[in-house]
């Protein structure tokens, strides 16, 4: 029975889980990492609240302007060489933000960082239902666990990292995942194992109108209660703890860390669930009520208990690895599969990219936090709607057939 389970595995398969997990690491280190350093960073380049709303922005605005892109280069080139692209975009971009000595240099060099992020959130799911059709579930488990690492990893260890070494380095480092997440795929190049060379699954395909589907957009805001919720609190979370809470920034580093590894189990275990279950809405009423309750526990009740509310608020984003398998398992073909994530993804991380400015201007305004977190938390109720529509478990193809 083992042998029959693991018979999809040889060479090249393992070189691609290789290649998967490496792209997975490096999706998220730059978005985590620099908050917790802001007033670190500050000393060497001035960080104000304009500059950290911008930075705060941009992931979801990097990662928008990835998913229109990386279709057009899958298109052209096939998913390997599109990897090799954002790739390198991240390499590139890391460099950059440890050279930089202005917050404008920062800002180029993370929207090029997260913009090769953004192409890789489109592609890695054609990229699993491609390589590994017959473990959809557990492919999609294994890269959602490390996009949650390289959440959790940065803010834990960027204010120790930056004072043992320098803030520089808290920043540029990461180049070291993504410079090694490129040989993987240039060995599948090599090798000649190309998606573009497999009719069946290609991502090559007729255009759909993806907007047409209920289903679509209810993978859609699954997706964008999620990314209103995580880019919120990675642009904020640190500020929030020492002005709501007391926290110092080493605690408010703790803190976010807390909240990107509360997903950490939840983004292995819910690609495999929902695979498996026949009515996945009970798993976004769940992960609704997470976020509602996290966002208002942390507004009126800070002091409380800070870290159970951060931790409960990091588990409502199971909503994220729950969308990402509901790329797979509401399509028929990679083709359809890579035009819904393009689709979800453009749609919720441009939601996404208003809150971390927002955030902002209701604390200039009001002088505290309690209006953002409220707005997080009613933007929870858009998933209960989701969640009616994905409980009929039709695919995208056959509503636009009927």
Partial sequence: MGTTRLSWLNRDTIVAII???????????????????????????????????????????????????????????????????????????????????????????????????????????PVVKHYFPRAIGPMTSTYMTFVSIGSILPPLIAVNLSLATSWRFALGGWVIFAIG?????????????????????????????????????????????????????????PDIAKEAVGLNESEGGFMLALFAAAGLPLAFGIPILASRMKNVANLVYVGAGLTIAGALGLAFAPTVAPYLWAFIFGTGPLLFPLALALINLRTKSSNASLQLSAFAQFVAYSIAATVAPLMGLSRAITGNWHVALVGIACSGLAAVWAGTVLSRNHSVESELAD
Avoid: Q
């Avoid at 007033?39 to 229109?68: E, K, M, Q, T």
């Avoid at 090559?204 to 907007?211: F, I, Q, T």
């Fill in 181 to 237: 997440a490129i040989i993987p795929w240039v060995m599948e190049i090599r090798r000649g194992r190309r998606s573009t060379d497999a009719p069946t699954s290609s991502v090559r395909g007729p255009r759909l109108n993806v907007y047409r589907s209920v289903t679509a957009w209810a993978v859609a805001l699954c997706l964008a209660v999620s990314s209103i919720t995580g880019y919120g609190m990675f642009a904020w979370l």
């Fill in 19 to 125: 290649g998967v997990v490496l792209v997975a690491m490096s999706m998220r280190v730059a978005v985590a990492g620099i908050s917790p350093i802001y007033d670190i960073v500050n000393v060497d380049v001035p960080l104000g609240i304009d500059a950290r709303a911008v930075l705060g922005s941009l992931p979801p605005i990097g990662f928008v302007i990835g998913g229109l892109i990386a279709p057009r280069v899958n298109r052209a080139v096939g998913l390997e060489w599109n990897l090799v692209v954002l790739l390198s975009l991240m390499v590139v971009g890391h460099i950059v933000r440890g050279l930089a000595n202005s917050w404008v240099t920062i800002t180029v060099g993370s929207a090029l960082v997260l913009i090769g992020s953004g192409m890789g959130n489109v592609s890695l799911p």
